[in-house]
């Protein structure tokens, strides 16, 4: 990932100087999902800024005073949310729709932040697939696997080069990755001449956000957020065609 700070004004979704502050949190944990072993560590956790800037051109909002380098992701972040029943159900549900909407069985999955697995897994046995995770904080111990499994401690960048896969998932992370159209134009870089690679993301909709003045859904991990309009922009302007849009999960998630 770029770990340079960006760009005084200039927005990571369309590149235009167009960025304008409407947001600022001062002394905010730079973790919201990191474990820490003593409550001493958990009260003298470094904090950081938040100024969220809106883009004037394209929408996107991001934090402007996000500094990637402070972040530890690692095996001590939990980031799971495969503990309650119903977003199980909704996991369960959306596997299925991706898998028959799209025809994903029998096929090679690529999931970028796949945290520890358990969707990967799910989508695999589903659809009868193949899959390769790569997340910074996936521990080995925390799932079964089986041969058609792996899994990478790392961070998905251009050094993995060609993707071979049918599909790519993505699900809450690009939300945590401050140049987002540099990350989609190396993942469509991968993917290559190749046109019928399905990609699927699903983050946070910045709208409801707003809308309910959801300021919980609003922390230092979470530097970048999406509406419909700049996350289809954004898709697009990275040479992705976009087949579906839509809203999830009480309409607090989009995916593409
Ligand atoms: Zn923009």
Redesign the pocket.
Known sequence: MNEAPPQPGC?L????P??QPFYEQDNVPVHSCLLVDERSDALGFPTGSISLGF?T????ITNTAFRPAVHQYSERYEETQEFSPRFRQFAGELAEHWISRYGLRHRRVLEIGCGKGSFLELFCELGDNEGLGIDPSYVPERIRGGDRLRFLQDFYDERYGPICADAVICRHTLEHIGPVRDFLRTLRTGIGDRTDTIVLFELPDARRVLEEAAFWDVYYEHCSYFTYGSLARTFRASGFEVLDLTLAFDDQYLII
């Open positions: 927005c979704a369309c590149g235009a167009s960025v883009c051109r394209c929408g996107f």
